[in-house]
């Protein structure tokens, strides 16, 4: 609704271009994991090879008897596809999966696994995040601005933050022994409260408590750091790189 809202705001009023709502006409099925490419390739009759079928692009496929738009796209940090069909074929498409995959230990995930998995990788979750706060620098995520490819809402805005440095930075925190986290918890440095974190959860993978959160740019480096917890301070460690493959081998291979 927010993206929607957006677009339907900027429209250009001679009729070019429109807006029109397919929720209930599409279905989405997320195929994820290591073995997802092994899975998907015994389903469709089109080469998905890494080098035919590369990371960030979409291609059609034939699923079964379903056409689908398969995006290679992940929220884990592994291998990974979106495939976006007719809701009329949506059950085929997943029970094809399911028979097909058996064998490959394939399950249905939950959306607390999606989002430890996603906090190992360093994804970030819009409205938690990500929010219209901050901008694309304060967030780690300049590397996704294009400031040369001409004129666009908020450029200069986005170019000051870039000359000057944003004043905020989002940093990612581990507690060393497991402790229930949701998001919201004061982030302390040296005694002082200098942020909340945004969103938190635990990583199966890497075994420890994870925690967004934005602190001033000028506290980022060095140590001290603690979060509190259920009126409780823990010390924390903040990482510069994602907990799980930070050289994106596993998601690029």
């Known amino acids: 609704m927010h993206d929607a809202g957006w677009i339907r705001a900027h429209l250009p009023g001679d ?25 998907l390739a015994r389903v469709c009759e089109e080469d998905v090879s890494n080098a035919a079928f590369p990371f ?26 979106e495939l976006h069909a007719p809701m009329e074929y949506a059950a085929h498409v997943y029970e094809t999966l399911r028979a097909a995959g058996e064998d490959l230990g394939v399950a249905d995930a939950g959306y607390r696994a999606v989002d430890g998995l996603r906090l190992e990788k360093r994804y970030l979750y819009w409205s938690a995040d ?17 400031l040369d490819k001409g004129a666009f809402i908020g450029r ?34 040296d005694g002082r409260v200098v942020g909340v974190t945004s969103s938190a959860g635990y ?13 001033p740019a000028d506290e980022v480096t060095g ?5 509190e917890a259920f009126c409780e301070r823990h010390p924390a460690t903040r990482h510069a790189r994602p907990l799980y493959d930070s050289e994106r081998v596993r998601l690029l291979a």
């Not at 807006?19 to 997802?36: K, M």
């Not at 930075?169 to 986290?181: G, H, I, N, R």
């Not at 990583?203 to 602190?215: E, M, P």
Request: charged share 25%; net charge negative.
């Open 223 to 227: 140590d001290g750091w603690e979060i």
């Open 156 to 189: 200069e805005a986005l170019r000051r933050v870039r000359e000057e440095g944003p004043d905020e930075k989002l940093c990612c925190f581990t507690l060393e022994d497991y402790v229930p986290v949701f998001g919201g918890e004061a982030i302390l440095r």
């Open 130 to 146: 990500i929010t219209p706060d901050y901008t694309p620098y304060h967030a780690g995520l300049g590397f996704c601005v294009a």
């Open 56 to 81: 960030m692009q979409a291609r059609a496929l034939r699923l079964g008897y379903a056409p689908v738009l398969a995006l290679r796209v992940t929220y884990l940090g592994e291998l990974g596809y």
């Open 15 to 39: 009729g070019s271009a429109a807006l029109r709502e397919v929720t209930s006409e599409r279905a989405c099925i997320n195929l994820c994991g290591p073995r997802s490419r092994e899975l």
């Open 203 to 215: 990583g199966y993978t890497v075994g420890k408590s994870i925690l967004l959160g934005y602190v």
